[in-house]
């Protein structure tokens, strides 16, 4: 990828980390970058809120609209991942007995991304709208893009 005017990874360190792109005003969201944070002990993985200057950037290099991606995106090996792909994407990364779920990559995406679409409709509703206010703890803030 190229670099855009911040820490988001260029050509050279497309291997160290890996992007999530989440929706910044679901707490659902929010709640899902904080346990990815928690369970990647190699720090792996960066965040950045797709309404975000930086990750509305990011989007448009990968031909995605905000409106087009309004859950969890995954940015690696300069490819952008979408819905039950990116989620085990990034699960396959993350400690034991959570890297279990990429077998779950075996099911057609049809399958695994109606399950994923039924979740994302009712995330409002499961754990409710996010105040973009707040600040993520500094282990997270220091992994934001």
């Known amino acids: 990828m190229e670099a855009v005017e911040t820490n988001v990874m260029n050509e050279s360190d497309s291997e160290a980390y890996a992007v999530v792109l989440f929706d910044g005003t679901c707490a659902f969201c929010e709640g899902a970058v904080t346990f990815i944070a928690g369970r990647d002990p190699n720090g ?3 965040f950045g ?3 975000s200057p930086q990750g509305a950037a ?3 290099k990968h031909g995605l609209s905000r409106d087009s991606a309004r859950s969890i995106i995954l ?4 490819q952008a991942y979408l819905r039950s792909t990116a989620s085990l994407r990034i699960a396959a990364r993350l400690s034991p ?3 279990l779920a990429r ?3 075996v099911v057609p995406v049809p399958i695994r991304d109606a399950v994923y679409r039924v979740v994302a409709a009712i995330r409002h509703r499961i754990a409710g709208r996010s105040n973009a206010c707040d600040v993520p703890p500094p282990a997270i803030r220091a992994r934001m893009i």
């Open 58 to 60: 990011l989007l448009a």
């Open 103 to 105: 077998v779950f990559l």
């Open 75 to 78: 940015l690696e090996d300069n």
């Open 49 to 51: 809120a797709s309404q």
């Open 44 to 46: 792996y993985f960066r």
């Open 97 to 99: 007995p959570w890297s």
